[in-house]
């Protein structure tokens, strides 16, 4: 039905920049919010930041001041740009839409498969 594909992460040393990519396909009629989460090794994932359709953006206050969502309606893609990368931003990273289909009432989450991001000190 839909999937989102992402791309970007990779290895970088501390204080480099990385841009996540996430585009969404399939049979979507509205997109409302999309968003980043990671999850690193032995810790709960957690909301990086996200970005209503019109909306305002909002960030976890780990990554204030470094990272900057943003995304492309007209493609169905959502960004993360992350700066000042930091040891402790190393996670998996995984992009999340809220997604209403053709012919549906109702709209649901869509996860994808998840991409490394390893800062190295």
């Known amino acids: 039905q839909v999937q989102l594909v992402e791309s970007g992460g990779g290895l970088v040393q501390a204080g480099g920049s990385l841009r996540l990519s996430c585009a969404a396909s399939?049979?979507?009629?509205?997109?409302?919010?999309m968003g980043w989460y990671r999850e690193a090794p032995g810790k709960q994932r957690e909301l990086v930041a996200s970005?209503?359709?019109?909306?305002?953006?909002n960030y976890a206050d780990s990554v204030k001041g470094r990272f900057t969502i943003s995304r492309d309606n007209a493609e169905n893609t959502v960004y993360l740009q992350m700066n000042s990368l930091k040891p402790e931003d190393t996670a998996v990273y995984y992009c999340?839409?809220?997604?209403?289909?053709?012919?549906?009432?109702?709209?649901?989450?869509?996860w994808g498969t998840g991409t490394q991001v390893t800062v190295s000190s």
């Open positions: 999340n839409a809220n997604v209403a289909l053709f012919g549906r009432s109702t709209s649901r989450a869509y």
């Open positions: 399939g049979s979507i009629f509205k997109i409302n919010v």
């Open positions: 970005v209503p359709n019109g909306g305002v953006t």
